[in-house]
């Protein structure tokens, strides 16, 4: 039993630290449109560190390949959709002091949350159908990037897609509530 009560206790350490840090960088991203690498960087070194500490190396291995899985949707939405690279670095701390299996599920609650976000911005500002076709163009460009096949490129006033008309969400805050509920789903499932 006392390994039962230190395991949970560590995942309630582990999960509070990230929910507050998540709403710190909510905040951030509410008030400056940035996750500041005075957050991401301490939380990164610090996941890596429990993680080492608490599994050795395969526990290090485990925290690497989260903060991997986690970074990388965020690493090609900055390479692709001008999405932010905070958000990219924010989730790789994430992954660094959840592990791989928590998360995998941080991910996918972030990504709906994101969606969700996105979605009542657009009805909100009227310009959900706008926003839906960028997202077609998006993917369809994103898989002929994959494919291989090279498009003659075009400046950014002839393909008629001017920054002003974009749709921007604080990504800060989608990470939070998606934090919040994969945590409360992870801590009442385990129950």
Not at 89 to 108: D, N, P, S
Request: aromatic fraction near 10%.
């Amino acid at each position: 039993m006392p390994t039962a009560v230190a395991d949970e206790r560590m995942a309630v350490l582990q999960w509070g630290v990230v929910i507050c840090a998540s709403l710190v960088a909510a905040v951030f991203d509410l008030r400056t449109r940035r996750v500041p690498n005075a957050i991401t960087g301490p939380l990164l070194v610090a996941g890596l560190i429990q993680a080492m500490s608490i599994g050795g190396l395969s526990g290090l291995v485990d925290a690497v390949g989260a903060c991997v899985l986690l970074a990388m949707p965020f690493v090609l939405m900055f390479l692709f959709a001008h999405g932010g690279a905070g958000d990219a670095k924010f989730m790789g701390a994430i992954g660094a002091w959840l592990g791989l299996a928590q998360g995998t599920i941080v991910l996918f609650c972030v990504a709906g949350a994101g969606i969700v976000l996105a979605i009542a911005r657009a009805i909100a500002q009227k310009r959900l159908r706008f926003v839906l076709g960028n997202v077609f163009v998006s993917v369809c460009t994103f898989i002929i990037y994959l494919t291989g096949y090279r498009m003659k490129q075009y400046g950014a006033d002839e393909a008629g897609a001017d920054q002003s008309y974009g749709l921007s969400i604080p990504y800060g805050v989608a990470i939070f509530a998606g934090v919040c509920a994969a945590g409360g789903f992870i801590l009442l499932w385990q129950r």
